[in-house]
């Protein structure tokens, strides 16, 4: 019985039943996996009311304090009315787009608007589909745990690149970070 | 609370009747009365009976799906405040924000709610999509369910970026003129997305009403869309957990 356990246990990890049981249809190669009935006592299981309702009070409730914590702190920006004439210097896009300005700033326009976003954005989208890996185990999503870590890791760095150390004409500028110059000189 | 005490007040046993009538289950005091309220409760609905104990640990989900909805709804809330005031016209917008900072009874405080929640719903959204990711959440059969959540990230940014624009001040326009730009590489319709972004070659009228309508109606009705089904299909795949 316990062997048995064991046995579901192992194929739901290896992505071949869903936590109801289902076979998985994914290819012939898995079709000859055994269709495994659920069992009940398998794993532990608990009401939702009030167990996962109450964390999500609670993180919902948790949210709400900060939120108010920061906003009576910290106001939203509001610079001069909007002046076509005046352009600002430098001008950056939000935050979140950052990255796409830094990769233009880097590479050709065709490469860095189209290339790069099209490979992210339709590579995001099929995730699922080219990801043929079963497993969910960390250990065996060696290749996909990378690929992603390194997108992660590009994407937080332009963001911040953009954000902290870029200046006028969206030139490198260490002035955020160690203080501009002229304001420390008595020039 | 034995019935007797209500036979003899009628005001407490219409109380009761009303109470009832509304709210068909006491608290989760047992299992059993726990199942029947998350079955038969609107809102609890939302949510299958049981779950696996490793799926909703607070470790393993870090909150973050649950986390975006509730900023989805807090910005929507506080939105609703905004437009009471909000005007969204080229020469009025800039000083509608104003009033709202310095004449609107806690403006201030509702506008700061606003925008630090938008900020906050790109990141956690984004970190709910690296979480499942990292967890392999999105194998079979949740495959499409991963599609669904990579439209709402896409939402969640052009909600953000719509918004953006409205206080026209020079930081929204110049940081929407440089963000269109941006999108004037993209393949053939790059150059007339950008024409139809704005509704014409500059950040004008125009723009401000595109993307006043697309912030506040279409974009929150299409999300809102697309996280029931998002929220109905991880309701019937069942909840991932036991890494």
């Known amino acids: 019985m316990a062997q048995e356990a064991s046995s579901v246990r192992n194929a739901r990890r290896a992505g071949m039943i869903t936590t109801r049981g289902h076979a998985v249809r994914t290819g012939p190669e898995l079709s000859s996996a055994p269709l495994v009935v659920r069992s009940r006592e398998e ?78 954005l339709v590579g995001m989208v099929l995730v699922p589909y080219l990801d043929r890996n079963p497993s969910r185990r960390p250990e065996d999503r060696k290749l996909a745990i990378g690929l992603f870590t390194i997108y992660v890791t590009m994407a937080v760095a332009f963001v911040i690149i953009g954000t902290v150390f870029r200046g006028p004409n969206f030139s490198w500028y260490w002035g955020q970070v160690l203080g501009h110059p002229g304001l420390n000189s008595k020039v | ?60 989900t870090l909150c973050l799906g649950g986390l975006s909805f509730f900023l989805f709804i807090a910005l929507t809330i506080s939105g609703l405040f905004l437009m009471f005031y909000y005007i969204p016209s080229v020469g009025q917008a800039y000083q509608s924000i104003k009033d709202i900072q310095y004449v609107a009874t806690f403006g201030l405080v509702m506008r700061n709610i ?12 984004w970190l709910h999509m690296a979480r499942v990711f990292y967890q392999g959440a999105y194998k079979p059969p949740r495959q499409f369910n991963w599609v669904i959540g990579t439209a709402l990230l896409l939402i969640t940014l052009l909600l953000s970026f719509t918004g953006y624009l409205l206080p026209w001040d020079q930081l929204a326009v110049w940081a929407i003129t440089v963000g269109t730009n941006l999108g004037k590489y993209g393949p053939i319709v790059g150059p007339v997305s950008r024409y139809i972004m704005l509704g014409g070659r500059n950040v004008g009228q125009a723009a401000l009403t595109r993307f006043y ?17 998002h929220f109905w299909r991880v309701r019937k795949d069942g909840f991932t957990g036991g890494l």
């Open chain 2, 114 to 125: 606003h925008r630090w929640a938008a900020h906050a719903m790109v990141i956690t959204v």
């Open chain 2, 1 to 60: 609370m034995s019935s007797g005490s209500y036979e003899q007040n009628p005001i407490k046993a219409f109380a009761s009747e009303v109470w009832g009538s509304v709210f068909r289950h006491g608290l989760p005091t047992t299992d059993k009365v726990a199942a029947r309220t998350a079955l038969t409760n609107f809102f609890l609905h939302i949510h299958p009976v049981r779950v696996k104990k490793s799926a909703i640990r607070v470790s393993y």
């Open chain 1, 43 to 120: 794993e532990e299981t608990v009401v939702t009311f009030p167990h996962l309702v109450w964390k999500e009070f609670l993180s919902g409730l948790a949210m709400m304090v900060f939120l108010l914590a920061v906003s009576v702190q910290v106001n939203a920006p509001l610079l001069q009315p909007a002046n076509t004439a005046v352009t600002p210097n430098p001008a950056k896009a939000p935050w979140y787009f950052l990255g796409l300005q830094e990769l233009l700033e880097r590479f050709p326009p065709v490469m860095a608007g189209v290339i790069f976003p099209g490979m992210v």
């Open chain 2, 213 to 229: 309508v697309l912030h506040v109606i279409a974009l929150p009705l299409l999300g809102f869309v697309l996280m029931v089904i």
